[in-house]
């Protein structure tokens, strides 16, 4: 897995250039905190829900507080695999839209789905990546290389005029002008 790129993602290590945000644990656990004590009449429909929430976030910050320990590789993967499995339960968005913004505001109810949507994402990958390198030998001899393209090469291209769209000669063409011309 991406080591480097997870790590901020889970605001476990500090980004140089940005102001310190909470960690994956501080809002899992103010979720808990604030699931715990609602009762309100909306929230009898996903008491079930809720209740796994809470389990599985237990779990996720478990695992983040065992990487903050033991900073290993295999620590890391347990705290992907368990923010993977909060991903995959059914309702998670409808839960935390029904919290109000009084028991959590707007913008880190968003920042926790986005925190759990994209670190689950790179456990995704890599467990693809292992599956596809079990078909096809040839990936397992493969060595990932980190482009860093140029900001012309992002630039819209021009539309094939009979048809459309994209031409895929057209596309490969400008990104090798661009990476010549760098």
Request: charged content about 30%; some cysteine; hydrophobic content about 40%.
């Amino acid at each position: 897995m991406c080591t480097q790129r997870i790590l901020p993602r889970l605001r476990l290590v500090r980004n140089r250039w940005r102001m310190p945000k909470p960690t994956i644990q501080d809002m899992l656990r103010t979720a808990i905190e604030r699931l715990k004590a609602a009762s309100e009449r909306r929230f009898r429909p996903l008491y079930p829900v809720a209740a796994e929430f809470i389990s599985m976030a237990r779990d996720a910050v478990e695992a983040a507080d065992g990487w903050g320990k033991d900073q290993r590789t295999v620590e890391l993967t347990k705290a992907v695999n368990s923010l993977q499995r909060l991903r995959n339960l059914k309702g998670l968005d409808g839960l935390l839209d029904a919290m109000n913004n009084r028991k959590i505001d707007l913008n880190s109810r968003k920042s926790l789905i986005n925190v759990i949507r994209k670190v689950s994402r790179y456990g995704e990958v890599a467990r693809y990546l292992c599956r596809a390198s079990r078909r096809h030998a040839v990936l397992q001899y493969m060595k990932p290389t980190v482009l860093g393209l140029p900001f012309e090469a992002h630039a819209r291209l021009p539309l094939e005029k009979n048809t459309g769209k994209l031409s895929l000669q057209a596309a490969l063409g400008n990104i090798y002008e661009t990476s010549q011309a760098a």
